[in-house]
């Protein structure tokens, strides 16, 4: 099973098919040649082995990454204990 953290559009690259996104932190260029919806600046993306996937809503994406930063932090406690 694969999990897809949402990813924030920062930089569009129109003549390339591609966008940059931040996910959690981490910049990264990805392929966008599969989206037929356009992509702006702001965005929240879906990414699978370096293709956007879907578009999904700011409040879906922001709850998301909210509980993923929980998980980050409680690994990082459980790791510290060690």
Do not use: W
């Not at 956007?52 to 994406?61: C, E, G, L, S, T």
């Amino acid at each position: 099973m694969c999990l897809s953290i949402p990813s924030q559009i920062v930089e569009v690259h129109e003549d390339e098919g591609s966008v940059t996104v931040n996910t959690m932190g981490v910049k990264r260029k990805v392929s966008s040649h599969l989206m037929t919806d356009p992509l702006v600046l702001g965005d929240y993306v879906l990414i699978h082995i370096g293709f956007v996937m879907n578009k999904i809503d700011k409040a879906d994406a922001l709850e998301s990454l909210a509980l993923y930063q929980e998980i980050v932090e409680k690994l990082e406690q459980e790791e510290n204990r060690a």
